[in-house]
């Protein structure tokens, strides 16, 4: 599956939806609003792992739910094009072979996404 790079190369990403939760000043982001973005971005990386170590063919209603349950939370915060493998995982709309190397994109393109959340909201204070 080929990820969809905006004109600059990066990945989809809806900064209104993160506007609107996230605030339009990028350097005042609330507190409160920041941790809950860190627990998002730990969570996603703990689902991903979990995902990572599940079986393509006996786990498929497993994983179903679990990237459901993932995508629903980026896609609060802007995470287009994550959202996007996402639905593929969620659908089951792979073979088995093909499940590593999206779970390897779909960490790839969430890491990217989260570099550019950062750069864009200093003031959540993500590494």
């Known amino acids: 599956m080929d990820v969809k790079m905006s004109s600059t190369n990066e990945p989809s990403f809806d900064w209104s939806q993160a506007a609107s939760l996230l605030g339009d000043d990028p350097n005042l982001v609330a507190d409160d609003m920041a941790e809950i973005v860190t627990e998002l971005i730990e ?3 703990s689902h991903l792992q979990e995902l990572k170590g599940k079986n393509a063919d006996a786990d498929r209603k497993a994983i179903s739910a679990q990237a459901h349950q ?3 939370s980026l896609l609060n915060f802007g995470f287009t094009e994550v959202g996007t493998i996402l639905l593929k995982i969620e659908k089951g709309d792979y073979t088995t072979p ?3 190397a999206l779970i390897d994109q779909t960490e790839k393109v969430f890491a990217e996404s989260k570099k550019m959340l950062a750069a864009r909201y200093p003031s959540l204070k993500l590494s």
Do not use: A, V
């Open 98 to 100: 093909e499940y590593p």
């Open 70 to 72: 993932l995508r629903g």
């Open 43 to 45: 969570s996603g990386y």
